[in-house]
């Protein structure tokens, strides 16, 4: 029976750059043009740079921009990531979302999406989150760097600012006067509204009292009752 033929391998000399056939297990040789000895294994593609090329292949991580609420340093993170650490302060970063469905008395910090359900009540509370949906009761101070969202159902007694005011359509709300950085009017709004930015009435809105804002849309179809002052930030 003949004997099984070895798999081989071309390598390059590292001294003149040869190429030869090498047995595949072989540990070193010798260069056939230029004599000189060097290792098969250590010519031969690591295995580092195996995986450092399919990593450079994968599609990269999405990343998320927070800010630190303790020293305000600007932090880059996964998009998926729950917590991380500041890079200054080393203080701890909260990124998760939190769900409200039942009676709380809790400070909240985090990055994250924060949502109190219709029989959720949170109270004696202050709260810093990255983007709000109020459907229950509130009571306390809210800060809403990306966006706030209220429903009809919504009960709110103290505070709150906002990146985005939001008021989805077939819902309304009524407050004396609010201050945010921009807003989406698709339901019924009764306020005297300012904003940083542009302010956003769409075809479904019902908006009554005074706007102050950067810029404002108006869809045909919203109805609009109050003065208007537009091209300067509130």
Same mark, same amino acid.
């Given at each position: 029976m003949?004997?099984?033929? $070895? #798999?081989?391998?071309? /390598? !390059?000399? *590292? $001294?003149?750059? %040869?190429? $030869?056939? +090498? *047995? !595949? =297990?072989a540990y070193s040789t010798i260069c056939k043009k230029c004599h000189a000895h060097f290792l098969v294994q250590e010519v031969r593609q690591p295995a580092a740079k195996v995986?450092?090329?399919?990593? !450079?292949?994968? *599609? *990269?991580?999405? $990343?998320k921009q927070v800010i630190c609420f303790q020293c305000g340093t600007a932090l880059d993170v996964p998009a998926t990531a729950e917590s991380t650490m500041c890079k200054r302060c080393s =203080?701890? /970063? #909260?990124?998760?979302?939190? %769900?409200?469905?039942? !009676?709380v008395s809790k400070n909240f910090r985090t990055h994250g999406r924060f949502v109190i359900e219709e029989k959720g009540y949170l109270f004696n509370t202050e709260v810093m989150v990255g983007a709000a949906i109020i459907k229950g009761k509130f009571l306390g101070k809210l800060n809403a760097t990306r966006s706030l969202t209220i429903y009809s159902s919504a009960d709110i007694k103290g505070s709150f600012t906002a990146g985005r005011l939001i008021i989805p359509e077939g819902n309304h709300f009524?407050?004396? +006067?609010?201050? /945010?950085?921009?807003?989406e009017i698709g339901g +019924?709004?009764?306020t005297n509204l300012r904003a940083e930015g542009t302010v956003l009435l769409k075809a479904t809105a019902r908006f009554f009292? #005074? /706007? +102050?804002?950067?810029?404002l849309v108006v869809e045909s179809g919203a109805v609009v009752v109050g003065a208007m002052k537009i091209? =300067?930030?509130a």
């Open positions: 003949p004997a099984k033929k $070895q #798999d081989k391998v071309r /390598v !390059a000399c *590292p $001294q003149c750059g %040869n190429l $030869q056939l +090498e *047995p !595949a =297990s995986e450092a090329t399919a990593k !450079a292949r994968q *599609p *990269p991580i999405e $990343q =203080s701890h /970063v #909260d990124l998760r979302d939190y %769900n409200i469905t039942h !009676a009524r407050w004396p +006067e609010i201050k /945010v950085g921009a807003a +019924e709004l009764v009292g #005074d /706007v +102050e804002a950067r810029g091209g =300067s930030p």
